[in-house]
């Protein structure tokens, strides 16, 4: 019930989506670390993949990651139609034309994130592999993104995920209430976004050009 009354409040829906985002974002940290083994060579690599393939841990993170995303979008769309439904008619004075870019850009490539999303768990698979060895996730990874067009949509992939959640954490910060000497000190983990962008940026480059 407390959760309902939160999600029909505007500033609670702005609250959980925020939430929803934080923890995607942790979530996608632990990921490319994991993916960071791949800088350690085929056998490490391959035997993490085989320890989280047979751990319930795998599905656990997976139900837990696309829960989270269906809710974000849902609060996002929610969040959206009220906006829309509360002032029908446009303002007679334009919001800050840069805010109104970066929102328009956020909303308009989240359809674009959220299929190559799907295309990317749908390779790791096989689905469109130019050579899938299901025995063998290291070769699948490095011989997958060196598909040219797979490789470019990996690394728009990865820098979007990290400008959207940029924007995300800031806005989050705001939504929660933070006082200005708070959202100073937290600075650095505005910057989290970016380093996970630069993460699997190295992780692609280690797959183009390593041995």
Known sequence: MAVLTLIRASVGRKQLLSACGILMLGWSLLHVLG????FAGPTTFNAYARALHDSPVLWLQRIAFWSLLVVHIGLVLGTVRAARRARPVAYGHAPKRSHAVTSRWVRGLSSVFFVLLVAHVAHIYGVGHVDYAASDPHHNLVA??????VGA??????????????????AALTTWGAPPWLARRLRPVRQLPWLLGAGFTAVLLRCWWGP
């Open 153 to 170: 949509g990996y690394l728009a992939l990865a820098w979007w995920l990290a400008w959207h959640l940029f924007h995300g954490v800031r």
């Open 144 to 149: 997958g993104v060196r598909a040219p067009w």
């Open 35 to 38: 993916n960071f083994t791949v």
